[in-house]
């Protein structure tokens, strides 16, 4: 395990680590930690009540936060020809259909994010094995796999974000960076909160919210009360 640095052991000690506190308050907890040189993303991360192991409590999507994310994606777009220009036009680094597939097959994968029709998923479906270890294969299941590439492209490029639960049931979300104003912070947790509510799948049965920590890429986390 990582050595934690001086600033990093210094924050915790400002910290039980086992007290819940209120959003507003999480956040403020947060945005005091001692500040490094860069400015750091802060993190959702949620522990929830269900069986990744059955498909239907499986959480995969993508959600557009009220004030974005405070970062550029990278994205890029398979389409038609004669889309080509249009996904440019709203912020595609690449977009095409074989020549972009050649490209990734020979290696390259410098992008955050795959926009596809699902004209061209034909084509772009031998890029699994490449793409999917990423998480970066185009879904219908996050939005990825649209017929409208364009407004896809821009949604993402803009900073949507896409969520999938890991093995033991946890999302981590991105919902913005240290700068953000406390203000931005909790109308974008509270939106990716009351989304993953209203998302419940029906068949998990008792609690479904475990645990709820908000926390910044170099800074320990903060358990927030979500009842």
Partial sequence: MAKKSKRYRADAEKTTGKEVLPLSEAI??????DSTKFDQTV????????????ADQMLRGAISLPNGIGKQKKVIAFCE????EAAKNAGATEAGTDELVKKIEDGWTDFDV??????????????????????????????TVTPDVVSAVKEFAAGKVEYRNDK??????VV????????????NTDAF????KKIRPSSVKGGYIKKVCLTATMSPSVQVDVR
């Fill in 168 to 173: 033991n049931g946890n999302l981590h979300v």
């Fill in 43 to 54: 993190e959702l991360v949620m522990h929830l009540g269900i069986d990744p192991k059955q």
């Fill in 193 to 196: 909160i009351s989304h993953v």
């Fill in 81 to 84: 020809d004669s889309d080509v």
């Fill in 114 to 143: 795959a926009i596809a029709s699902p004209k061209v998923m034909g084509k772009v479906g031998k890029l699994g094995r490449v793409l999917g270890p990423q998480g970066k294969m185009p879904s219908p299941k996050n939005g």
């Fill in 176 to 187: 913005g960076k240290l700068s953000f104003s406390e203000g931005k912070l909790k109308e």
């Fill in 28 to 33: 403020k907890k947060v945005k005091g930690w």
